[in-house]
């Protein structure tokens, strides 16, 4: 085992799955939670954030005529949707979870308190942070690395559907090249996207490495836990 607290930021479309047809699929959430159930018997602490946009994306809004930050705070209300989706897949597989939000939802989850979430960590909870940071204009990326420096994770680990970063986008290019290490500065200087600025920015500012890698391929999360090259590891 190479880590001993992980961060995973996980994409809400994904959870769509090849279909479309449903905001969340079930062979997609049953993939996860086996996945993730795997890297927890390695006896790693798991926390996770999980992003809205199978449901609703805050730049969605403009479209549709709603306000920018009332749509940020249905996509931050999008992620809790998916948290408890994800909550309630990992329990069928008998793990313990938290479901902790930004925003006040007590019916629900429990209010973001650190030392709390630190705690459920030791104690070998999953802990699943939904409702971004609780104010809009911030991303689930940039939650992710804010989350990740509150808990002293040692890593972030982003689950996309490519095996990590490329000079150019592989789905569109044949000849894309992917990187299999690349510094902060090397990242910022190609302008490569692999998180928003804010989020890149707090995680370079805190040392705190990330490793871009394919969710979708089975075994990979485990691979990249057990510190095996599997996607592009920015540090």
Not at 43 to 70: C, H, K, P, S, Y
Not at 115 to 133: M, N, P, S
Not at 172 to 179: E, L, M, S
Request: glycine letters at 10%; aromatic letters at 8%; charged letters at 25%.
């Amino acid at each position: 085992m190479k880590y001993k607290r992980i961060l995973l930021k996980l994409s809400g479309e994904a959870l769509q799955g090849k279909s479309k047809n449903h905001h969340i699929d079930r062979e997609v959430l049953e993939q996860y939670a086996e996945e993730i159930k795997q890297v927890k018997e390695l006896g790693v602490e798991l926390a996770i954030v999980i992003g809205g946009g199978n449901i609703f994306r805050g730049d969605e809004a403009e479209w549709l005529g709603i306000d920018r930050v009332q749509g940020d705070y249905m996509g931050m209300l999008a992620t809790v949707i998916n948290g408890m989706a994800l909550q309630s897949a990992l329990e069928r597989h008998g793990l313990y979870t938290r479901l902790m939000s930004g925003i006040k939802m007590e019916q629900v989850c429990e209010p973001f308190i650190r030392r709390r979430a630190i705690r459920h960590l030791e104690k070998g909870r999953i802990v699943i942070f939904g409702a971004g940071i609780g104010n809009p204009y911030f991303t689930t990326d940039s939650t992710a690395s804010l989350r990740a420096i509150e808990i002293q994770a040692e890593v972030v680990l982003k689950g996309t559907r490519v095996d990590g970063v490329y000079n150019k986008d592989p789905e569109k290019f044949t000849d894309a090249v992917r990187y299999s290490q690349l510094t902060f500065l090397e990242a910022y200087e190609k302008n490569l996207s692999i998180m928003d600025m804010t989020a890149f920015t707090l995680c370079m500012e805190n040392k705190l490495p990330i490793i871009v890698f394919d969710m979708n391929k089975k075994g990979n999360l485990l691979r990249v836990a057990k510190g095996e090259e599997a996607g592009t590891l920015i540090s």
